[in-house]
C-alpha cells in the first residue's frame, strides 16, 4: 500500500514532487491538497491532474487521473474532513521569518490572516490525524527571528504532541542546482517510529553552474533589458555605492551560481546574465529605448525553475511570466526536498 500523503500550502507542488521523485509514484498518494494563492492553483493543477473549481484536469499530469480537488483557504476546512494520511508536508509561509520582510513572526498579518500562526494550521491537522511523519520547509530566518523563540515555539510544540523533532539549514547549491540559497528543513516523526538519530544528506548530484540551466537557444528579446532600464538600474546601484550601501543589480558569472531567487519573485535584477546569443534586436513589448547590445538579460521562468531543480517535462505554460517568478521564487528546491525524503523512506520503511 502506498503512503498517504497531504499537501498543505502547496505553491506549484515542489514538496510533493520531491517526495514522489524519492518514493516513486506508486508508492505515495497524495490524498489532500491546499493552496490558497489562485495562480500558484493553476500551475500545480496543470501538472498534478488535481482538479480545481473552473479549472479542467490537465491530461500532462505527474500522479494520478483521479486526484483529489485542490483546497483553497485551509483555515476553513475542518481537519475532520481530511482524509487520513502518513506524511505531512507543509510549506508554511515564509514571509513571516524572512529576514528580507519586516519579521514579524507570528504577529505577521496578511489579508486578514497571521501568516505565522498559519504553522499552527499544521498543528491542528496533526493532532486530528497523527501522521507518521510531518514534514516543513521555510527560510533560514526562521531560527533566528526573535532571537530563536519562535522556533522554539515551533519545536516545541511538536514535542509537545509527541513527535521527536530533526532539523537542519542546507544550502541548495550542493544538491545539484546552481543557487545560493539556505533554507531549514523540518521533519518530525512520531514518537512511537522515530528513530534515535536522522541524518540529513549533506548534498546529491552533481556541482552545477548557471551555464548548465540556460534555454537551449536565445530566448525572447523581451528578456533583454532595455537600454533606458539599464540606465536606471546603473544610476540606483551608484545611489546606493554613494550612501555605502551594497545594493543593485548583478550580473551573475555563467560558471559561478545564482543568488537566491526569492519570495515574492523579486530579486531578478539581482540574478542578470550576459547572453550574446540574441540576432534579432527589435523590441517584443513596449520599452524605453532599444534592446541592449550588450547581452544583459535577466534569466526566463524556465531557467528559474531549473534552477529550483523542476524537470523541463514541468507545464509552465499555465500563466503569465510575473506569475511564474513569484511561484518559483517562493517555491522549494526540488532535488534538496528528494534526498531528505530518501532518508524519510528509509526511517518509514525500516
Known amino acids: 500500500m502506498p503512503y498517504k500523503a497531504i499537501d498543505l500550502f502547496a505553491g506549484v507542488g515542489g514538496i510533493r514532487l520531491g517526495f514522489e521523485e524519492a518514493f516513486g509514484r506508486s508508492n505515495v498518494d497524495t490524498v489532500f491538497a491546499s493552496?490558497?494563492?489562485?495562480?500558484?492553483?493553476?500551475?500545480?493543477?496543470?501538472?498534478f491532474n488535481n482538479p480545481t473549481e473552473g479549472l479542467p484536469a490537465s491530461s500532462n499530469h505527474l500522479l494520478m487521473s483521479d486526484a483529489p480537488k485542490i483546497y483553497g483557504d485551509i483555515t476553513k476546512i475542518d481537519e475532520r474532513d481530511i482524509p487520513s494520511f502518513d506524511i505531512c508536508l507543509a510549506g508554511f509561509p515564509c514571509q513571516a521569518f524572512s529576514i528580507a520582510g519586516r519579521k514579524k513572526g507570528f504577529d505577521d498579518d496578511y489579508k486578514g490572516m497571521?501568516?505565522?500562526?498559519?504553522?499552527?494550521?499544521?498543528?491542528?491537522?496533526?493532532?486530528?490525524?497523527?501522521?507518521?511523519?510531518?514534514?516543513?520547509?521555510?527560510?533560514?530566518?526562521?531560527?533566528m527571528h526573535d532571537k530563536g523563540r519562535t522556533f522554539e515555539v515551533i519545536k516545541g510544540t511538536l514535542e509537545e504532541m509527541h513527535y521527536k523533532v530533526f532539523h537542519k539549514v542546507l544550502n541548495s547549491k550542493n544538491f545539484g542546482v546552481p543557487q545560493n540559497r539556505e533554507r531549514i528543513y523540518i521533519v518530525a516523526f512520531r514518537s512511537d517510529i522515530a528513530p534515535d538519530s536522522f541524518e540529513f544528506p549533506s548534498h546529491a548530484g552533481r556541482q552545477k553552474a548557471i551555464?548548465?540551466?540556460?534555454?537551449?537557444?536565445?530566448?525572447?528579446?523581451?528578456?533583454y533589458?532595455?537600454?533606458?532600464?539599464?540606465r536606471?538600474?546603473?544610476?540606483?546601484?551608484?545611489?546606493?555605492?554613494?550612501?555605502?550601501?551594497?545594493?543593485?543589480?548583478?550580473?551573475?558569472?555563467?560558471?559561478?551560481?545564482?543568488?537566491?531567487?526569492?519570495?515574492?519573485?523579486?530579486?531578478?535584477?539581482?540574478?542578470?546574465?550576459?547572453?550574446?546569443?540574441?540576432?534579432?534586436?527589435?523590441?517584443?513589448?513596449?520599452?524605453?529605448?532599444e534592446v541592449n547590445r550588450q547581452g544583459i538579460r535577466k534569466m526566463t521562468p524556465r531557467e528559474w525553475a531549473r534552477l529550483q531543480g523542476y524537470p523541463d517535462s514541468f507545464?509552465?505554460?499555465?500563466?503569465?511570466?510575473?506569475?511564474?517568478?513569484?511561484?518559483?521564487?517562493?517555491?522549494?528546491?526540488?532535488?534538496?526536498?528528494?534526498?531528505?525524503?530518501?532518508?524519510?523512506?528509509?526511517?518509514?520503511?525500516?
Do not use: W
Not at 533589458?225 to 539599464?230: A, F
Not at 535584477?269 to 520599452?287: A, C, G, S
Not at 509552465?316 to 511570466?321: C, E, H, K, L
Not at 521564487?329 to 528528494?338: D, E, F
Open 232 to 289: 536606471t538600474l546603473e544610476a540606483h546601484k551608484q545611489r546606493h555605492k554613494d550612501k555605502g550601501n551594497g545594493f543593485g543589480y548583478v550580473i551573475r558569472d555563467l560558471d559561478d551560481v545564482a543568488g537566491a531567487i526569492v519570495c515574492g519573485g523579486m530579486g531578478r535584477e539581482r540574478n542578470l546574465i550576459i547572453d550574446d546569443r540574441l540576432t534579432d534586436f527589435t523590441p517584443v513589448t513596449h520599452i524605453k529605448g
Open 211 to 223: 551555464r548548465d540551466i540556460l534555454e537551449e537557444e536565445a530566448p525572447s528579446a523581451k528578456y
Open 225 to 230: 533589458l532595455s537600454t533606458q532600464y539599464l
Open 114 to 143: 497571521s501568516r505565522g500562526t498559519l504553522f499552527f494550521e499544521v498543528v491542528r491537522i496533526c493532532e486530528h490525524h497523527r501522521p507518521k511523519v510531518i514534514f516543513c520547509e521555510n527560510v533560514k530566518g526562521l531560527t
Open 315 to 350: 507545464d509552465i505554460s499555465s500563466v503569465a511570466d510575473v506569475h511564474l517568478y513569484k511561484q518559483f521564487g517562493n517555491s522549494v528546491s526540488v532535488p534538496v526536498i528528494k534526498a531528505i525524503a530518501k532518508r524519510i523512506k528509509g526511517v518509514l520503511d525500516a
Open 35 to 47: 493552496e490558497f494563492e489562485p495562480y500558484a492553483v493553476k500551475t500545480y493543477a496543470a501538472n
